[in-house]
């Protein structure tokens, strides 16, 4: 019912940037928070950064100063834009949803709440 569609990565140098960008689309009523993870071969999924329906901000200490989260709440559009890459940020990178959606029975409709995940999108950072 609800789908996320990341794009945006790809090959970069050391030092260069991407800017990745997810977008929500379905039977949505409202999104609260929508972050970046990412999972590097043999690592766990680890969070980058979130970012609230009001704009508040967390970022992984590795990123700080680095990565920049914000979004479109009108479009249901996340965007993480990343500079001075390094090739420790080679990953693929997740995009994730907390989303609020509606939901129609035979004689009813209400809203649900589930968390969502797109499908991923690989960064590789060269050295």
């Known amino acids: 019912q609800v789908h996320l569609v990341e794009s945006g990565g790809g090959l970069v140098q050391a030092g260069g940037s991407l800017r990745l960008s997810c977008a929500a689309s379905g039977s949505i009523f409202s999104i609260n928070t929508m972050g970046w993870y990412r999972q590097a071969p043999g690592k766990q999924r680890e969070l980058v950064a979130d970012i609230t329906s009001g704009g508040s901000t967390n970022y992984a200490d590795s990123v700080k100063g680095r990565f920049t989260i914000s979004r479109d709440n009108a479009k249901n559009t996340v965007y993480m834009q990343m500079n001075s890459l390094k090739p420790e940020d080679t990953a693929v990178y997740y995009c994730?949803?907390?989303?609020?959606?509606?939901?129609?029975?035979?004689?009813?409709?209400?809203?649900?709440?589930?968390?969502?995940w797109g499908q991923g999108t690989q960064v590789t950072v060269s050295s």
């Open positions: 994730n949803a907390d989303v609020r959606y509606w939901h129609t029975g035979v004689a009813y409709v209400t809203t649900l709440q589930y968390d969502y």
